[in-house]
Nanobody, 115 residues
Framework: QVQLVESGGGLVQTGGSLTLSCAAS????????MAWYRRAPGSKRELVAV???????IYADFAKGRFTISRDNAKNMAYLQMNSLQVEDTAHYYC?????????WGQGTQVTVSS
């Protein structure tokens, strides 16, 4: 059974940076794609960035120029480097992995940006 565990969230001031990590286990196969989503209080879950194998990353407009998604397939890890964080980036961030017909989710990690 595939499991995803996120880490790296926390409290940061406006303009600060955080790097989220997603550790995947339970599969010896390389994921088709790994992605980061977020859900702010009172809002729907939204895509932040996705990185499919052999393709360029895709970012939500709000993430372009500030966030960077990366993967380490050898370690089954995904990362989200977030710079120039703003209050509106406050949300619960989730890792998502696509493998074959299945999609997997982690429990998420909270990012809070204070002004």
């Amino acid at each position: 059974q595939v499991q995803l565990v996120e880490s790296g969230g926390g409290l940061v001031q406006t303009g600060g940076s955080l790097t989220l990590s997603c550790a995947a286990s339970g599969s010896h196969l390389s994921f088709n794609a790994m992605a980061w989503y977020r859900r702010a209080p009172g809002s729907k879950r939204e895509l932040v960035a996705v990185l499919a194998s052999g393709e360029r990353p895709i970012y939500a407009d709000f993430a372009k120029g500030r966030f960077t998604i990366s993967r380490d397939n050898a370690k089954n890890m995904a990362y989200l480097q977030m710079n120039s964080l703003q209050v509106e980036d406050t949300a619960h961030y989730y890792c998502n992995a696509h493998l074959g017909w299945d999609y997997y989710w982690g429990q998420g990690t909270q990012v809070t940006v204070s002004s």
